[in-house]
């Protein structure tokens, strides 16, 4: 894919949002610049075990400093997959952005954490895996056939979840301030998947489809709220650039929410990010948006907001 083959209204929006560099590699569209990544999955062997059996077949493995369980490799996925001890459930395939989303929450043992986007279930297996397998891990997509997916990945990996087929922006009506912990990995436009070859992703990009999921995320975002009990902790993250479903998205949550949730940084940094925008279209955000951060090429794009709601109202 080109420069020529990105359409030009998303090219104008891409070049106020990327750094140079990005820009230049997204226009490259060339899906060997995204490191091939796993993680490790401490449910099935011990991290060090499969990490002898990899290098023992000639695997190379380069650690990643802000994830003890992620790795980077020059191995192929298709090779990674014909390693034993992946259909062991051993380690799992992911990109370091997606591995980043799930980090964030940083959910203990013995909690309640909803997964509120769940299908197709990295992230409810990684969330699962910090958890040990102890407490209330509950999984919630919109999709039948996705959730079969979402069931099969857990099954392989060894993750115990509840799985439930509903809508995520109408789930904390039942459910008010129950869970720890919130994931809302939104829907979204899928921009960060485009620099990596991703014609479909390019060729169905509009701005009305972006307007159309933000109201989607917003209500995602407001259920996960709801749901999460006061003092708790929840992730929103996309993996797209587009700032009406990322920065725009956590505003009108700050602003429905004034006084009750506030976003917090990031417990790690991760490189190939910045702070979130705190402007878009000449409208000025609320200053602790930048508390959130946009992951760029090389690595997959991605956004991830972490957000704390208070044990107490604030005026």
């Given at each position: 894919m080109s420069q020529r083959a990105i359409q030009p209204l998303l090219l104008e929006?891409?070049?106020?949002?990327?750094?140079?560099?990005?820009?230049?590699?997204?226009?490259?569209?060339?899906?060997?610049?995204?490191?091939?990544?796993?993680?490790?999955?401490?449910?099935?062997?011990?991290?060090?075990?499969?990490?002898?059996?990899?290098?023992?077949?000639?695997?190379?493995?380069?650690?990643?400093?802000?994830?003890?369980?992620?790795?980077?490799?020059?191995?192929?996925?298709?090779?990674?997959?014909?390693?034993?001890?992946?259909?062991?459930?051993?380690?799992?395939?992911?990109?370091?952005?997606?591995?980043?989303?799930?980090?964030?929450?940083?959910?203990?043992?013995?909690?309640?954490?909803?997964?509120?986007?769940?299908?197709?279930?990295?992230?409810?297996?990684?969330?699962?895996?910090?958890?040990k397998n102890n407490g209330h891990l509950v999984a919630v997509d919109a999709s039948r056939p996705r959730q079969y997916r979402l069931r099969e990945v857990l099954r392989i990996l060894g993750a115990t979840a509840e799985c439930l087929c509903a809508h995520g922006e109408r789930w904390a009506r039942g459910h008010p301030a129950m869970f720890d912990r919130v994931l809302v990995d939104a829907p979204c436009s899928g921009e960060g998947r485009i620099h990596l070859g991703d014609s479909s992703a390019n060729e169905d990009w509009t701005l009305g489809k972006v307007r159309r999921l933000a109201s989607l995320q917003k209500a995602l975002l407001h259920s996960a709220i709801d749901a999460l009990r006061p003092g708790g902790t929840l992730v929103y993250s996309t993996c797209t650039f587009a700032p009406e479903e990322n920065e725009l998205v956590l505003a009108r949550?700050?602003?429905?929410?004034?006084?009750?949730?506030?976003?917090?940084?990031?417990?790690?940094?991760?490189?190939?990010?910045?702070?979130?925008?705190?402007?878009?279209?000449?409208?000025?955000?609320?200053?602790?948006?930048?508390?959130?951060?946009?992951?760029?090429?090389?690595?997959?794009?991605?956004?991830i907001a972490r957000l704390r709601k208070f044990a107490t109202p604030t005026e």
């Open positions: 929006r891409w070049e106020k949002i990327l750094p140079k560099e990005s820009l230049l590699c997204a226009l490259d569209a060339n899906s060997s610049a995204l490191p091939t990544s796993i993680r490790l999955n401490p449910l099935r062997a011990p991290s060090c075990e499969t990490l002898d059996q990899l290098r023992a077949s000639g695997i190379q493995l380069d650690a990643v400093e802000w994830c003890d369980v992620a790795f980077k490799t020059p191995t192929t996925p298709r090779e990674l997959q014909s390693h034993p001890t992946h259909a062991q459930g051993c380690f799992h395939i992911q990109s370091l952005s997606s591995i980043a989303a799930s980090l964030a929450l940083h959910p203990q043992p013995g909690e309640s954490v909803l997964d509120l986007c769940a299908a197709p279930g990295s992230k409810t297996s990684h969330l699962a895996a910090m958890m949550a700050l602003e429905r929410y004034a006084g009750r949730i506030e976003i917090i940084p990031l417990p790690f940094d991760i490189p190939h990010a910045q702070p979130a925008l705190t402007q878009w279209n000449e409208k000025q955000l609320d200053p602790s948006i930048a508390n959130a951060r946009r992951i760029f090429p090389p690595l997959e794009g991605f956004f």
